[in-house]
């Protein structure tokens, strides 16, 4: 790793080299002309080709030294404050084959199968370090704009994760999330503006933008790695919000009759884990379910659905004590549930259900609905795994 980005985010995408002080905020002091800095702001964005190089092949050191450079060259020959203005502006350039190349670097360690992180951070300063070694990087002021185009691939992911976490969370988590958020931005500030004093005696604005890049990548890549975390978190918040009755299994099924459901989704949420299998039936039938389930929870088809005109539930929900028992229930339960009774454990409720054209008693039928450990599971069709 280069040592401008070992040794050294913004949240705020726009304005991040504002808020450095040292040479931008000294240019800004010396602004002689305010039509050219409107000018730039307006009409850079309109000059810009941010795809350059990522169609080509080019690699970031090529982008730099080819397209970047002629960027600056073309619109920013006027004045010195245009050059630097330009300049500022000239990473963007090159914003694609940055996002590639730190996206690419990411998936081929997501392949490693490292769990903590630690393979991807190998991927900080892919951008920065051969941009800051290339011809291009033969200035503090271009060494911070090779970190700061780093830092917006960086941001743009980091975001991506937090307003997925926040979307997705419960809400008592959703908002340590956001606290979690306030506290990183306050711990980054301190922690750069530190670093910026104490190593940047030489070039204190590529101190501060290496900092806060590197913490910023490391804060993205910990929130990436959150993920699965995330998404297992909103299914059981979802899966506990239906109590184990008549009730619970009422409200949970009628989501499934609104036709702009997400039907898999739903689905899915009722994906029992081992400890659900191993509380519904005793051994060796919960894990031979266990398994033999296994494709059906991988198929990207499998969803509980009603067919067309089918907007009301038929639902029959008791325990495995009465059908054991042999109460009026077990009439409702297709015929291969008394062979798995003697393998049900005790004091379990369980479900089927139809769905039906209103007024009529057949219907799409579905069994298996299974309240253990708190929540609602799917098992359908055990007795297709006795031993």
């Not at 590529?206 to 990436?224: K, N, P, S």
């Not at 005793?282 to 088809?301: C, F, N, S």
């Not at 004590?321 to 379990?348: C, I, T």
Request: proline share 4%.
């Amino acid at each position: 790793m280069n040592k401008a980005i070992t040794d050294h985010i913004d949240f705020e995408q726009e304005g991040v080299m504002n808020q450095r002080t040292g040479t931008t905020i000294t240019l800004f002091s010396r602004i002689r002309s305010i039509a050219i800095v409107i000018s730039t702001l307006i009409f850079t964005p309109l000059l810009l080709n941010t795809s350059a190089g990522a169609q080509t092949g080019m690699s970031i050191a090529e982008c730099f030294e080819g397209p970047a450079t002629e960027f600056v060259n073309k619109f920013g020959a006027q004045n010195t404050l245009a050059k630097n203005m330009y300049e500022m502006k000239a990473g963007s350039v090159c914003a694609e084959l940055a996002t590639m190349e730190i996206e690419t670097c990411l998936s081929q360690a997501d392949k490693t199968g490292s769990n903590d992180g630690a393979g991807h951070y190998a991927c900080i300063g892919k951008v920065a370090n051969p941009c800051i070694d290339s011809a291009w990087g033969n200035s503090e002021f271009r060494h911070v704009v090779c970190v700061g185009t780093e830092e917006k691939v960086w941001l743009d992911i980091l975001h991506r994760h937090l307003d997925s976490m926040l979307k997705d969370l419960p809400p008592e988590l959703a908002e340590q999330a956001a606290k979690m958020k306030k506290s990183f931005l306050a711990f980054r500030n301190q922690k750069c503006g530190l670093i910026k004093t104490l190593k940047g005696k030489n070039e204190p604005d590529l101190a501060y933008g290496a900092c806060t890049t590197e913490t910023a990548a490391r804060f993205a890549i910990d929130l990436r790695e959150s993920g699965d975390l995330v998404k297992q978190a909103k299914a059981d918040f979802a899966r506990k919000q239906f109590t184990g009755d008549r009730q619970g299994a009422e409200k949970l099924l009628k989501r499934l009759l609104d036709g702009k459901a997400d039907h898999h989704q739903l689905t899915m949420e009722l994906r029992p884990e081992r400890e659900d299998y191993e509380a519904a039936y005793t051994q060796p039938l919960a894990g031979q379910l266990e398994k033999d389930h296994l494709k059906l929870w991988a198929d990207p088809r499998t969803a509980i659905r009603p067919q067309e005109g089918q907007t009301s539930l038929l639902l029959t929900v008791t325990s495995s004590d009465r059908l054991k028992k042999g109460g009026p229930e077990l009439a409702e339960f297709p015929g291969g549930y008394q062979k798995v009774l003697p393998y049900l454990k005790d004091d379990v409720t369980i479900a089927v259900f139809k769905f039906v054209v209103p007024g009529e008693k057949k219907g799409t039928s579905f069994d298996g609905l299974v309240h253990v450990n708190g929540h609602w599971v799917l098992i359908p069709k055990p007795w297709n795994s006795l031993p």
